[in-house]
């Protein structure tokens, strides 16, 4: 006989992280969208992704703006930005015959969010951590209602969700179907940002590593280790299977954001040494002091950041762990502005 007591017992927790995703995540879903209206759009690259979307829509083709009666890569735009924006509006553009408004990326934003933290907590829950995946639908929720623009910034903790799918599905031994969808995550991860998507690639990688010593699988280790490797390179075969499908000639500027200007900058993010600062002026300004011909975001500005990156490193190894050490501790003592939830 069907005994409800028993069935209460033995699936508790997801019946509470059901209760938890219907009554508390999805309301706070409806809130993060709501945020949307009412913003002005002033990020340059926002401006470039609604006129890719235009674009999309008159000629049915992504990643790219229309000028002069040409189809030409989205970097002609505005360089060194992520995929994951523009590529979802123009898809979604695509799919419904209509050009996104300003809100719609807030609302993008909101989408990746709680996708990610929704998905994460599903596989968390199915590795035998409840209360983590409890969390996620509840702490992680007012997190990222804390935080609302019509930029690809809020994204950010979806992008970190995505990413650490996959690492948590090879260490739990999860099925093949949440290791497919790690992958898809990790995608997703390098496409809204790349930094974090590489955060992804990394812990993966240390997690294969894991399963090698662990369970001595040498041969499914390297196997994996080199689709995760592969996996990196997906904003760039994107992009070149575009320019492939659409015959385009090579962009003026870098197509995708990159690690070596957040890693320069990152040295800024804290008091240091070597005057950095956490911002994109600090950035130019050091590629000029090396090139002044060199101009924002071509690929040699970034070449450059990369060798000042690795001669800091290399020069002061001390300062820089000093550096990352208290950027550390400031992250852990950066307290949670808790919005307001009713």
């Known amino acids: 006989m069907f005994s409800g007591r028993k069935f209460v017992g033995s699936h508790g927790f997801a019946l509470l992280l059901g209760a938890t995703l219907l009554l508390f995540t999805v309301p706070q879903l409806y809130r993060s969208y709501a945020a949307s209206s009412g913003m002005e759009l002033t990020w340059t690259t926002g401006k470039v992704w609604l006129k890719s979307a235009e674009c999309a829509r008159q000629t049915g083709t992504i990643l790219v703006i229309c000028r002069d009666d040409k189809v030409l890569p989205i970097a002609d735009g505005f360089g060194g930005d992520d995929l994951g924006h523009a590529l979802s509006l123009d898809l979604a553009t695509l799919l419904t015959g209509k050009v996104p408004t300003e809100s719609g990326i807030s609302i993008l934003n909101s989408t990746v969010n709680y996708v ?8 968390v829950f199915s590795a035998g951590m409840p209360l983590s995946a409890f969390a996620l639908l509840t702490v992680g929720t007012i997190i990222s209602n804390q935080f609302h623009a019509l930029t690809p910034h809020p994204a950010q903790l979806g992008a970190a969700c995505f990413a650490a799918i996959l690492p948590i599905a090879l260490l739990t031994a999860r099925h093949a179907a949440w290791i497919a969808t790690g992958f898809l995550g990790l995608i997703a991860a390098l496409l809204f940002r790349e930094a974090v998507g590489m955060m992804g690639i990394v812990a993966s990688l ?17 196997v994996l280790a080199v689709a995760v490797i592969a996996t990196a390179a997906a904003p760039f075969g994107l992009l070149r299977a575009r320019d492939i499908a659409y015959d385009l000639p ?28 956490w911002s994109d002026f600090s950035a130019i300004d050091a590629v000029k002091a090396v090139d002044p011909s060199v101009e924002y975001l071509n690929p040699r500005f970034y070449e450059i950041l990369k060798g000042l990156y690795f001669n800091t490193v290399f020069a002061h190894p001390v300062d820089v762990a000093s550096i990352y050490f208290r950027k550390i501790i400031v992250t852990l003592h950066t307290p949670i502005l808790y919005c307001q939830i009713l």
């Open 250 to 277: 090579p962009p003026e500027k870098i197509e995708s954001h990159g690690t070596w200007a957040n890693l320069y900058m990152g040295l800024g993010a804290v008091e240091n040494p070597f005057g950095i600062e």
């Open 206 to 222: 240390l997690a294969v590593g894991v399963i090698a010593v662990r369970d001595r699988k040498w041969i499914t280790s390297v």
């Open 116 to 123: 990610g933290l929704a998905v994460l907590a599903l596989i």
